[in-house]
């Protein structure tokens, strides 16, 4: 890997750009970083702390606008030894080795107008010119941002990302109570779920209860009781969602410490059967991790234990529940806000990493026609399922 200063401060009056590498470098920008920050992702102690424990993280690379002296814009990454990962639906078709430089999910923080958007992403496409990664990636960009189609007109037609990956994104503003909730649901939807709760209740006698976890004394109960759901979930199959690992207590912890953390467990006959875990984080309830015991799935216990998680958050006067990355019809059903998200990446003016840029077409060009195909046939959701059902039984 060339070699590069821990810092640079490059003077484009009346703008300055400062490009920090280190973790000293870092704590120096505490306040400022402190003020932008509005997603857990994105804050100060959740990064420092990714970087200390993911050993594939090589260092820090953030960047910070000033103007007239003062800071007006950041954009949160890191350097990481990482792949590009090509794929077709669920199934990885290859992993191509590359240094990426990964702007984090809500790493775009302070005044983004066009012209510190274009200062930033000017600033990323210049790292990556002096050979300080293969290729940039910003994590879940709006779509509708000022930054969004700059990072797609980056310099160059050979090192653009001509298919970034667009999904939806979900959130949920939260009235008062949840009879309000219940008021912007369908009929058909809220009979349902008072239906499922009823026999749930009905055949366990009444032996069904929800707990709230959040405090460190916590964990160590809390790792039990997600891991012996976890374990049987689909999601686990496909190598994804919660698993009790010490990068995952390391997060929660810190979670705990800061009062982040919300941890529901739906238990039926004292046993453990669904979870939901997020982050609070400046008024916004993120969901990070669901999952269910299929044992238990003719109740629909992730529906029961949802309505249970609104209630609670309403009592507690929170704004809003942002539903995380990805689509599903729970979040269609229960969402009033959507807005659609890209991760795009720029890759540098290398041969290296041009290569990498044109073998991806192929792949993504195969894996859009199938879903198209299966769109059309409305035949994707049943593909899922049954894809989920093999990882299950697998």
Not at 83 to 89: A, C, E, P
């Amino acid at each position: 890997m060339p070699t590069v200063p821990t810092s640079t401060l490059v003077e484009t009056q009346p703008v300055d750009i400062r490009v920090v590498r280190t973790v000293e470098e870092i704590e120096q920008i505490r306040d400022v970083w402190s003020t932008f920050q509005l997603h857990p992702n994105a804050d100060i102690d959740f990064y420092l702390l990714i970087c200390r424990i993911r050993p594939e993280i090589l260092r820090p690379h953030v960047i910070v606008l000033y103007r007239d002296g003062q800071p007006e814009a950041m954009l949160v990454g890191r350097l990481v030894r990482g792949t590009i990962d090509l794929s077709v639906g669920y199934g990885k078709m290859m992993k191509v080795p590359a240094r990426l430089l990964t702007v984090v999910c809500g790493g775009l923080l302070g005044d983004m107008s066009s012209e510190n958007c274009s200062a930033l992403v000017a600033e990323v496409s210049n790292a990556l010119r002096r050979d300080e990664a293969d290729a940039a990636l910003f994590n879940f960009v709006r779509t509708d941002s000022v930054a969004y189609p700059l990072i797609l007109g980056s310099p160059g037609p050979m090192h653009r990302d001509y298919w970034p990956a667009e999904q939806p994104h979900w959130s949920l503003k939260l009235p008062n109570s949840i009879e309000a909730v219940y008021g912007e649901m369908s009929g058909d939807h809220r009979k349902e779920l008072r239906r499922m709760e009823r026999k749930l209740l009905s055949d366990y006698s009444r032996d069904v209860k929800v707990r709230s976890l959040r405090e460190v004394a916590d964990l160590d109960s809390m790792f039990r009781d997600l891991e012996e759901i976890a374990k049987r979930t689909y999601q686990r199959g496909l190598g994804a969602g919660f698993a009790d690992s010490p990068e995952m207590r390391q997060r929660f912890r810190l979670e705990a410490e800061k009062g982040w953390l919300r941890s529901y467990i739906l238990y039926v006959g004292g046993k453990p059967c669904a979870f939901w875990v997020g982050t609070l984080y400046k008024g916004t309830f993120h969901s990070g991790f669901m999952g269910y015991d299929p044992g238990y799935q003719r109740y629909s216990p992730g529906s029961v234990l949802q309505v249970k998680v609104l209630e609670d958050l309403c009592q507690d006067g929170i704004k809003e529940l942002d539903f995380g990355l990805g689509d599903a019809m729970y979040k269609q059903r229960l969402a009033n806000c959507c807005w659609q998200e890209a991760s795009a990446y720029i890759f540098a003016p290398t041969l290296t990493a041009t290569a990498i840029n044109a073998i991806r077409v192929p792949t993504i060009v195969l894996d859009r026609m199938l879903r198209k195909v299966l769109e059309r046939s409305k035949l994707l959701a049943k593909v899922k399922k049954r894809w989920r059902s093999m990882v299950k039984q697998a």
